[in-house]
């Protein structure tokens, strides 16, 4: 049997930060969802802190096409640059809104910017358009970003 879900706002003209709460006695699949669609649609001018020397750069999360391990930090690459942040992979892991996705031991893939994927026996190449940047994905992630992508390309 399928409980029907309230939904209520309030709203108070004197709240400072605007806040979503989710109640339920369960965290499950549905709940998860809700969350996941409510966090992709707050985060879509989601910034965070990026750096290039001694210099901050506050970019859009959307301008990422993917982050990276190398050495001991971790690489933002744009279009055409490539910045430093001082979160570790599994931080941004949880911190990068729905369109982010682990796709290696050391990378994460905005599946937004996807502009073709290359299957070989080992791994995937994902390319981005109007750049030379590519990045790989392993054998382990292909087929989750596989299915995310064929989720992404249905609901539109």
Same mark, same amino acid.
């Given at each position: 049997?399928?409980?029907?879900?309230?939904?209520?706002?309030?709203?108070?003209? *004197?709240?400072?930060? $605007?806040?979503?709460?989710?109640?339920?006695?369960?965290?499950?699949?549905?709940?998860?969802?809700?969350?996941?669609?409510?966090?992709?649609?707050?985060?879509?001018? %989601? %910034?965070?802190?990026?750096?290039?020397?001694?210099?901050?750069?506050?970019?859009?999360?959307?301008?990422?096409?993917?982050? $990276?391990?190398?050495?001991?930090?971790? *690489?933002?690459?744009?279009?055409?640059?490539?910045? %430093?942040?001082?979160?570790?992979?599994?931080?941004?892991?949880?911190?990068?809104?729905?369109?982010?996705?682990?796709?290696?031991?050391?990378?994460?893939? *905005?599946?937004?910017?996807?502009?073709?994927?290359?299957?070989?026996?080992?791994?995937?190449?994902?390319?981005?358009? *109007?750049?030379?940047? %590519?990045?790989?994905?392993?054998?382990?992630?292909?087929?989750?970003?596989?299915?995310?992508?064929?989720?992404?390309?249905?609901?539109?």
């Amino acid at each position: 049997m399928v409980k029907e879900m309230k939904v209520r706002i309030e709203v108070d003209e *004197n709240f400072i930060e $605007e806040e979503v709460v989710i109640r339920c006695s369960a965290l499950n699949a549905q709940i998860q969802a809700i969350q996941k669609a409510v966090t992709e649609i707050t985060s879509g001018s %989601q %910034q965070l802190v990026f750096y290039k020397g001694e210099t901050e750069y506050y970019l859009p999360l959307e301008e990422v096409l993917f982050f $990276e391990t190398d050495g001991g930090g971790i *690489n933002a690459h744009t279009a055409t640059d490539v910045y %430093q942040t001082k979160y570790k992979l599994y931080e941004l892991e949880e911190l990068l809104p729905g369109y982010f996705m682990r796709i290696s031991k050391s990378g994460i893939l *905005n599946i937004r910017k996807i502009f073709s994927m290359t299957k070989s026996i080992s791994t995937c190449v994902v390319e981005f358009q *109007n750049t030379h940047k %590519q990045v790989f994905v392993s054998r382990y992630y292909y087929k989750p970003l596989k299915e995310k992508m064929d989720e992404k390309r249905m609901s539109r």
